[in-house]
Structures are given as C-alpha cells and as structure tokens.
C-alpha cells in the first residue's frame, strides 16, 4: 500500500475521533462530556471536508458543533435545577 | 468469583466481534475507486442528466428537491411532528389561577 | 447572563451570522449547502441571541405567533409548491414536466421550483430548532 500526505493526515483525524469518543465515555462531568462531543463533531466535519463534501461539512459544523451542544448545555442546566 | 468470569466472557465477545468487524471492513472496496459497485448506472445517470433536468448545479439539491422530492416532503412533515411532541410533552401550559 | 464583553461582540457578529445563514438558504442550489444547513444557521444566530440576551427579549424579538406562522406556512409551502404540477395536468412535484421557467443554469433564480421550496424548508427548520429552543429554555428566567 502507497499512501500520500492527505491520508496521513485523515488517519490523524481518525485517530482524533476515536480518542474523542472514548473519552466522552470515560469523562465524569457531563457538561465537560459535552465540550469533547463538540471537539468530536469538529474533527467529523474536517472529515467531510477531506473527502470532498462540503455540504456535510456545512452540515456538520452548524448541527453538530453549535446546535447539540447547546441544546444538551440547556438541558443539563434545566435538569440540574429541577434536583 | 462470579462476577470475574462474567466480565472475562464480555470481554471475549467484545474482542471477537471488533476482530469480525475488522475483518469485514477489510473486505471492503477502496475509498474512492471509479470501479466501485456503487458506481453503476443510477449514478452514472444524475451525474450526467441532473444539469439538464433540472437546471441546477449542485446535483445534491437536484437529488434532494427534484428527484427525491416526496421523500423531502415526508422529511419536512417528520420533522413538524417532532416539533409538535416536543411542544406538547416540555411545554408548561400556563392553566387558569395557576400562581407559579 | 450579564457580560458587558459578551453582549457588545455579539450585537457585532450576529447579523453577520444570520445573513451568513440566509445567503446559504439563498444559493443552495448553485453552491455547497442548502437549505436544511442554511436554516439551522439561521436558527443558531437567533439562538445565540437568545442565550446571551436572555429568553424574554428573545421572545419579543420572535413572538410565538410568528413563530406558529413560520411552522405551519413553511410545511404548506411545500404542498402548495407541489400543487403547482396538478394543476398543470401532470404528476405531483413536478418540476420541469409542469412547464416551469429552469432558466440559466448558474443564476440564482434558476431552478424552477427547486429555489422556492429550498427557502420554504430554510424558513420551517430555522422556526423548528427556536421552537424546540424556546421550549426547552422555558423553566428558567
């Protein structure tokens, strides 16, 4: 197998994600767990844009950077009041 | 005792299937070779006539809002009906004499 | 929330944002995006406003009886738009079978209906994710 310098660079990206979404499981504090969904959500939209769809990556960066993220920062704050 | 052998056979079963995805997704035709199997004719036909039918450029609009126009419709209603759940199961209805 | 900082460099980059948004609803169909991407956009902007300046001017700068109209008209929109084949005798949706003007292929009002359902469904998702936000905000303040 031959690879050139934009696979080094996806397998670095993978391995962004992968260590992303272990952590999410093995960080205790939830609104800390969400930032990290965030960093998650990043490297998934510079995947997209590496293979050539931007329209996922436009996607991506505005529903899952902005909008998950602060949904699930809302409802943390609104679930924490009502214990 | 008990609880060791369980989690042994977790990790077993754990370990066994990453090894039978691992696999399969070795199995798997490179990323973006032109001879894929999914590059066959439906493709080959929006990618050739998708300018023509629909004057559009951006095939993924012309595929989303043309080609595949009622599952976009049905789309738009699920996410009306979401919406609506949402509403009706969160929202604090304020009743008549309710002081809060 | 009650940042000076805050408030003053928001009032600066929001509008850019929503018209960010609405540029991507506007040009989904000669450009990457379109109109599901655009409308979040949009919805995000109103969203940070309302984040930073509180849930009650949120709601005066979208009561909910806008709100209801953007819902509802927005998901009409798209039947009314599929109408437009029946009524011309040929199947529903049609584009350009119904007879419709696609013009040229990169300006902006090309496309035929395509253009007009993509700003109908930018309008019901950008109300779609500040109902649901609304919602959800509503035990605080």
């Known amino acids: 197998m031959n690879f050139i310098a934009a696979d080094y660079g996806t397998m670095v990206l993978l391995l962004i994600l992968v260590a992303a979404s272990l952590a999410m499981y093995f960080i205790k504090d939830?609104?800390?767990?969400?930032?990290?969904?965030g960093a998650y959500s990043l490297t998934m939209a510079l995947l997209?844009?590496?293979?050539?769809?931007?329209?996922?990556?436009i996607t991506e960066a505005a529903s899952g950077i902005c909008m998950t993220v602060l949904m699930m920062i809302v409802i943390l704050r609104t679930s924490r009041k009502g214990e | 005792m008990n609880l060791k052998i369980k989690k042994l056979f977790a990790l077993a079963v754990i370990l066994m299937s990453v090894y039978m995805i691992i696999m399969v997704v070795a199995e798997l035709p490179p990323y973006g070779e032109p001879n894929n199997p999914v590059h066959n004719n439906v493709s080959e036909r929006y990618i050739n006539d998708a300018l023509h039918d629909t004057g559009v450029p951006n095939m993924v609009t012309a595929i989303v809002f043309d080609?595949?126009?009622?599952?976009?419709?049905?789309?738009?209603?699920?996410?009306?009906?979401?919406t609506l759940a949402v509403v009706i199961t969160l929202k604090r209805w304020k009743k008549a004499g309710d002081n809060k | 929330m009650k940042d000076f900082i805050l408030k003053?460099?928001?009032?600066?980059?929001?509008?850019?944002?929503?018209i960010y948004g609405f540029y991507v609803i506007l040009h989904g169909h000669i450009s990457p995006g379109g109109s599901f991407a655009g409308g979040i956009i949009v919805g995000l902007s109103f969203i940070a406003f309302i984040t930073i300046y509180g849930?009650?001017?949120?709601?005066?700068?979208?009561?909910?009886?806008?709100?209801?109209?953007?819902?509802?008209?927005?998901?009409?929109?798209?039947?009314?738009?599929g109408m437009i084949g029946i009524f011309k005798g040929v199947p529903f949706l049609a584009n350009k079978l119904a007879g419709v003007n696609l013009g040229a292929p990169w300006a902006l009002s090309s496309?035929?209906?395509?253009?007009?359902?993509?700003?109908?469904?930018?309008?019901?998702?950008?109300?779609t994710i500040i109902t649901l936000f609304f919602t959800m905000m509503e035990d605080e303040s």
């Not at chain 3, 009032?11 to 850019?16: D, M, R, T």
């Not at chain 3, 496309?111 to 109300?127: E, P, Q």
Request: proline letters at 3%; aromatic letters at 12%; charged letters at 10%.
């Open chain 3, 8 to 18: 003053h460099i928001a009032a600066i980059i929001l509008p850019f944002i929503c």
């Open chain 3, 111 to 127: 496309g035929g209906l395509i253009s007009l359902i993509g700003i109908g469904v930018g309008i019901r998702v950008t109300s």
């Open chain 1, 30 to 37: 939830l609104l800390h767990a969400v930032v990290v969904f």
């Open chain 1, 48 to 57: 997209w844009l590496q293979m050539n769809t931007p329209d996922l990556a």
């Open chain 3, 55 to 81: 849930s009650r001017k949120g709601h005066a700068q979208m009561p909910d009886k806008v709100l209801v109209f953007m819902e509802s008209y927005g998901t009409l929109w798209y039947g009314i738009m």
């Open chain 2, 67 to 82: 080609y595949r126009a009622y599952d976009t419709m049905f789309e738009a209603i699920v996410l009306f009906a979401a």
